[in-house]
């Protein structure tokens, strides 16, 4: 009797067993037409030195020049995830609204800041290709378009207080040779429509490839983690000095489009994590 007892517990158990690993694997299946989400994280950090402290991490160009922070921001736009066979899907692109973020480096949480993205298709994603600044297209969108960013980025000081057009990068701190004590202010972006100004076109487009495939599914978040390299910054594709010509400079002047070309070359994925 005792035995027969054992014996229908044994295969109850196993059965039930047997449902939930039916039930996570079911979880973890790519549906077709099904959504999910991902994150992305943003760690700003010297190569040398780790993460940046604001007006603490004191840098050291390749020109010989020490230089810190007070500001770091810039905007994130047009977010892309491709799978192995190139197919792409792309997040709210030239829809600022939904599909613009500003990485502030003042709202890290243990140095990285978070973007969440919803409505993702499952899949399984080999690269990440993402804006920085916001494009032409979507700019000359106009109010209607661009509405609600617009307002978040001029409440972030991401937009231009005399002209038209987006902030693209807003760094701020302090330079010098012995010891950063020279205020330095950089902002680069777009003004109005370039076409008709005859103006730089600052904002660059990035893809990345991952190391790990992230995998988007009913219950995994995969989180990319994507370090910014900020030695780049005056240490990159074009060794920069900063001097009284160009440390108040604002706007798209040379200066500021070698900036631009030094930044697109900072970002690397460092890690995925599917779970």
Not at 35 to 38: L, Q, R, V
């Given at each position: 009797m005792k035995l027969n007892i054992y014996i229908k517990f044994l295969l109850l158990s196993t059965t039930f067993l047997f449902l939930t690993s039916c039930n996570a694997d079911d979880d973890n299946t790519i549906v077709e037409g099904g959504?999910?989400?991902?994150q992305i994280k943003f760690e700003n950090g010297f190569s040398n030195l780790g993460n940046i402290v604001l007006n603490q991490t004191t840098q050291t160009s390749a020109n010989g020049q020490k230089h810190q922070f007070?500001?770091?921001k810039y905007v994130v736009s047009n977010i892309t995830l491709i799978k192995s066979d190139g197919t792409e899907f792309a997040f709210h692109y030239n829809d600022s609204d939904k599909g613009a973020f500003i990485?502030?480096?003042e709202d890290a949480v243990g140095g990285v800041v978070y973007l969440d993205l919803n409505e993702i298709p499952q899949g399984q994603y080999t690269k990440i290709r993402f804006g920085l600044g916001i494009n032409q297209q979507a700019y000359l969108l106009g109010h209607d378009g661009q509405a609600e960013f617009w307002s978040w980025a001029g409440m972030e000081g991401m937009t231009w207080s005399w002209a038209a057009g987006y902030i693209f990068a807003k760094i701020e701190g302090k330079y010098g040779i012995s010891s950063p004590d020279i205020e330095f202010v950089n902002h680069s972006?777009?003004?109005g429509n370039i076409s008709q100004n005859g103006t730089p076109d600052l904002y660059r487009?990035?893809?990345l490839d991952l190391p790990t495939t992230a995998q988007v599914t009913s219950s995994i978040v995969p989180s990319i983690h994507i370090l910014a390299d900020w030695n780049q910054y005056?240490?990159?594709e074009t060794d920069l000095t900063l001097d009284a010509s160009n440390d108040m400079a604002m706007g798209s002047s040379q200066h500021l489009v070698d900036v631009t070309n030094n930044l697109m070359k900072m970002f690397t994925v460092d890690h995925v994590h599917n779970d």
């Open positions: 959504t999910g989400a991902i007070s500001t770091l990485v502030d480096q972006g777009n003004m487009e990035i893809t005056l240490s990159g």
